[in-house]
């Protein structure tokens, strides 16, 4: 059965005077999705999270959150998104907790002090609740952003580039943050990333935006699963494997060859006939990986 | 809603360095002229009405607390405005300058309500201002100097008793929170054209000077619509200072002030509301 959509937008367009930021674009989160939208710099993803807040108008198109047109029930549709856009700014002048006091009430609620350190805590900053945030640094910025917009516990939540300026520990941190609050909490998560490995870990659905407009929607597994795969075999005798491939076909280039690795491009399907096929030939395969990433699916599809 | 948000603006601006500077500037100025008034005061009377002397018998002292709080709410048109533009200046712009927009319109109230809390929260922090230079120079002055006759010279000479003075120094001030409250509109519509604090602060200080030199002028057209720049109606609390106050003359320059605050804080308004916020 379905989920129902949380985010429907239709034929959205965005225009700069005669620059087109957004145009046409269609998609669909639904209930419980951490959805990934990918796309390169300059592609209208930015642009599309600020509509999506109502912080910029759009040209034309439609955008529906909770089923509701954003137009028209702006107020009662933000109560129930928590969100980050680009950069983590806070006011620098107040203590963490004082920033996160004044948007829980702002969200329309009476924040406990208890609440807001559960905030913080969840994000690593309870030591540093009463510190001015402009002792902060970028990453500390950015936890402090993820802080508040969990703060008012909201059903969706929109995350652009939450991992910038993270160290390594920080952003698996925050990943599995993201995780627990879909596993644990049924949260929808519309998260916007340039680091595609994150969203090839934790997104079940993308869209991928180029020059304004969806290219491919779809969900993570099928999308990576479909085309082809850079394959890489390790076997005993590699000249050999070659020729064998090259005569059987079966394989429809190859990327370079070592002393014990050959790397080639295959559709998911070949890779078990190559197998059979060198091992009845008295090839000794010794591993099998097959890489294909995000990235190199990323960049084939705004390339092409 | 409207409640909260104001309470949030109000404690963001006291939690600003720069919201203190009008108050320490305020706490610093009024006493150096108390002081200076307090050792000098004598010989400078004498000097300034040297020539009425020669033409009037005087008795008795001016120099008392009143004339001090007069002497103090002059600086109303030459102080004060910069440091109600410092906070006025940087209610919107501020948030432009911090990114901090984006917090606050992603958040469920209207920009409507948010855009009317700050504009209702720095009128109040100019009425904090005043007040304090009221409570500073009236107060400490007639501790210091205590009560007496005002003696004012203007186009003409004017004594009042002791008894009729309060209640103008009343509306006086309440006038001078009009005059500011013009101001920090000023300053509060520039905030929401530019992204930095610097700037409506400067535009504000420009406009009161360039419209303060037109004031001046009688040429031609000039004249005609001189009497419709808030420079020029900034300093009618003094007209609360006339032996027969003129009340149509206050009217219209509560018209034309109120008139200047309305205009800038809906054109503030405007801006944001309809505002993409990219930064």
Not at chain 1, 82 to 87: D, P, Q
Not at chain 1, 199 to 221: D, P
Not at chain 1, 243 to 264: D, K, P, R, Y
Not at chain 2, 243 to 251: F, H, S, V
Request: proline share 2%.
């Amino acid at each position: 059965m379905d989920k129902a959509p949380i985010i429907e937008i239709k034929s959205l367009c965005k225009m700069f005077g005669q620059f087109r930021a957004v145009g046409n674009l269609d998609l669909t989160v639904h209930k419980g999705d951490i959805y990934g939208f990918l796309g390169p710099n300059g592609a209208g993803k930015s642009t599309t999270i600020r509509m999506l807040l109502s912080l910029i108008s759009p040209t034309s198109g439609e955008i529906s959150v909770f089923g509701k047109s954003l137009a028209t029930n702006r107020n009662e549709i933000l109560r129930r998104i928590g969100a980050i856009v680009e950069k983590p700014d806070f006011y620098l002048y107040l203590t963490a907790e004082q920033n996160l006091r004044f948007l829980g009430k702002l969200s329309g609620l009476d924040i406990q002090t208890k609440l807001i350190h559960q905030a913080l805590d969840q994000v690593g900053l309870l030591d540093r609740a009463n510190s001015k945030v402009k002792t902060f640094s970028y990453g500390m910025k950015q936890r402090l952003g993820i802080a508040q917009a969990l703060i008012h516990d909201p059903e969706l939540i929109i995350l652009d580039e939450p991992t910038n300026g993270l160290d390594p520990v920080g952003v698996k941190e925050i990943r599995e943050l993201i995780l627990r609050l879909k596993s644990d909490h049924n949260k929808t998560i519309f998260l916007s990333s340039h680091i595609l490995p994150e969203v090839e870990l934790i997104a079940n659905r993308m869209v991928i935006i180029n020059k304004g407009s969806a290219i491919i929607e779809g969900s993570v597994h099928d999308l990576l699963n479909s085309g082809m795969l850079t394959v890489s075999f390790s076997v005993d005798d590699t000249q050999r494997s070659q020729q064998l491939i090259h005569e059987s076909q079966l394989a429809q280039s190859f990327l370079g060859i070592t002393e014990h690795h050959l790397l080639m491009k295959l559709s998911k399907e070949r890779i078990a006939d190559c197998t059979s096929y060198l091992v009845e030939h008295d090839i000794a395969i010794d591993g099998i990986s097959s890489t294909r990433s995000l990235e190199e699916y990323f960049l084939s599809i705004t390339r092409s | 809603m409207f409640l909260s948000v104001l309470s949030i603006e109000l404690s963001k601006i006291f939690s600003k360095g720069r919201s203190y500077i009008g108050f320490g500037a305020i706490t610093i100025l009024v006493p150096i002229v108390q002081a200076a008034m307090y050792s000098e005061g004598e010989a400078y009377f004498s000097l300034f009405t040297q020539g009425l002397q020669q033409q009037f018998s005087f008795t008795g002292t001016f120099l008392n607390g009143y004339l001090i709080a007069f002497i103090v709410l002059q600086s109303l048109l030459v102080h004060v405005p910069l440091l109600v533009a410092l906070v006025a200046g940087d209610m919107l712009a501020g948030e432009a300058t911090g990114g901090t927009y984006r917090l606050l319109f992603t958040r469920p109230v209207s920009r409507h309500i948010i855009v009317l809390a700050k504009y209702c929260a720095a009128l109040l922090y100019t009425i904090g201002l005043i007040a304090w230079m009221s409570i500073l120079s009236m107060g400490l002055s007639l501790l210091l100097f205590g009560p007496g006759e005002l003696f004012i010279v203007s186009n003409s000479i004017t004594v009042l008793q002791q008894q009729d003075i309060l209640w103008r120094f009343f509306w006086a001030y309440c006038f001078g929170i009009l005059s500011m409250g013009t101001v920090a509109s000023i300053a509060f519509m520039f905030s929401a054209l530019v992204e930095n604090s610097i700037g409506p602060i400067a535009m504000t200080m420009a406009i009161i000077i360039v419209f303060t030199i037109v004031s001046a002028l009688d040429a031609g057209f000039i004249k005609d619509v001189k009497y419709m720049l808030f420079t020029n109606h900034l300093i009618s609390w003094r007209l609360f200072f006339e032996e027969t106050i003129p009340i149509d003359r206050i009217l219209l320059s509560t018209w034309v002030l109120g008139g200047h605050s309305l205009i800038s804080f809906l054109i503030a308004l405007y801006i944001i509301v309809k505002k993409d916020i990219l930064s």
